[in-house]
């Protein structure tokens, strides 16, 4: 009878675990934009970082994000069961965040001037320049700003994954397995990927500099050391494109008229239905954006004007 009980017990695990394999899988692809954009901002996060702190800095961040994940996992399973509108809500709020923060970027980018200067950047530049700074006490502020937007990235991804696996009839039992298994493997892997990357130069240095070192791998090491800048600068844009993409799909997605729209307009391109449902996607996420971008900086404007006016007096 316990033998049987066993073997009904093991059969109901391995079950459970077929159907989180499969969940997970529908997860990872709804959330791959997503990640890589996540993978694009932390690399970013590091940039004019000294060599010495770059390695400290993700791994504050690091341990930032699995505290972000341990409230963000046990928060998802309860708002999506008690309230699950609420999580489209959520996801929409995300959504604007992105279309803003990639507007932004491309603002600063191409017309500087139009938005308030980043004193942030040029404060660590200085405290970079100058060696009486200590840059771990400086740094802190910046890996507050680094977990800050990792809290919202990630509660995006569980959302979109929360959402996804939602929609193919998991249960809070499997729900509560894939969200936990889509929050370590993220963090494990962003995290890893990043120290990577942003030690590839430092290995390519090595390996030009190595004693006795053969042509080849002096070549190698040349190659690391000139692909490196070039990779951040690809990660960049990748990220800011996954930006407009992801935060414009979750928009759309959202919204019924424009969800039509879109798919409308997309059929109409044949075979090239999926490129230019992406297209279009990124287009609202770009426009969103932008409006976003133009509205904060219009009431900060207006509030600096009533501080000014209010020091005056």
């Given at each position: 009878?316990?033998?049987?009980?066993?073997?009904?017990?093991?059969?109901?695990?391995?079950?459970?675990?077929?159907?989180?394999?499969?969940?997970?899988?529908?997860?990872?692809?709804?959330?791959?934009?997503?990640?890589?954009?996540?993978?694009?901002?932390?690399?970013?996060?590091v940039t004019g970082v000294k060599p010495s702190r770059e390695l400290p800095v993700i791994w504050a961040v690091a341990k930032g994000s699995f505290i972000n994940k341990l409230i963000l996992v046990p928060a998802a399973l309860l708002v999506s069961t008690v309230y699950p509108p609420l999580v489209t809500?959520?996801?929409?709020?995300?959504?604007?965040?992105?279309?803003?923060?990639?507007?932004?970027?491309?603002?600063?980018?191409?017309?500087?001037?139009?938005?308030?200067?980043?004193?942030?950047?040029?404060?660590?530049?200085q405290a970079n320049a100058d060696e009486t700074v200590d840059l771990v006490a400086?740094?802190?502020?910046?890996?507050?700003?680094?977990?800050?937007?990792?809290?919202?990235?990630?509660?995006?991804?569980?959302?979109?994954?929360?959402?996804?696996?939602?929609?193919?009839?998991?249960?809070?039992?499997?729900?509560?397995?894939?969200?936990?298994?889509?929050?370590?493997?993220?963090?494990?892997?962003?995290?890893?990927?990043?120290?990577?990357?942003v030690k590839i130069d430092d290995a390519g240095l090595h390996l030009i500099e190595k004693p006795n070192a053969s042509a080849g791998t002096r070549k190698l090491g040349e190659f690391m050391l000139?692909?490196?800048?070039?990779?951040?600068?690809?990660?960049s844009i990748a990220g800011t494109l996954a930006m407009f993409l992801v935060g414009g799909g979750i928009l759309v997605h959202g919204i019924g008229f424009l969800e039509h729209g879109v798919e409308d307009l997309a059929h109409l391109?044949?075979?090239?239905?999926?490129?230019?449902?992406?297209?279009?996607?990124?287009?609202?996420?770009?426009?969103?954006?932008?409006?976003?971008?133009?509205?904060?900086?219009?009431?900060?404007k207006i509030r600096n004007k009533d501080q000014d006016a209010s020091s005056a007096h």
């Open positions: 009878m316990a033998g049987a009980s066993l073997l009904l017990l093991l059969d109901d695990i391995s079950l459970l675990m077929d159907d989180v394999s499969v969940m997970t899988k529908v997860a990872a692809k709804k959330t791959a934009g997503l990640v890589g954009d996540d993978l694009a901002l932390n690399a970013e996060q809500l959520l996801l929409m709020c995300g959504g604007l965040f992105l279309a803003y923060e990639g507007a932004e970027k491309v603002i600063h980018k191409f017309w500087p001037t139009l938005l308030p200067h980043d004193e942030e950047q040029n404060a660590h530049r400086f740094e802190k502020q910046k890996i507050k700003g680094a977990i800050r937007t990792d809290f919202i990235l990630s509660a995006e991804i569980l959302v979109i994954s929360l959402g996804a696996i939602t929609a193919v009839g998991a249960g809070i039992l499997e729900k509560a397995v894939v969200l936990s298994i889509v929050a370590i493997v993220v963090t494990v892997g962003i995290y890893g990927l990043v120290a990577g990357i000139a692909a490196a800048p070039k990779l951040m600068k690809f990660l391109t044949g075979i090239f239905e999926s490129a230019t449902t992406m297209l279009l996607n990124g287009l609202v996420g770009l426009i969103v954006g932008v409006i976003v971008v133009a509205i904060i900086t219009v009431i900060g």
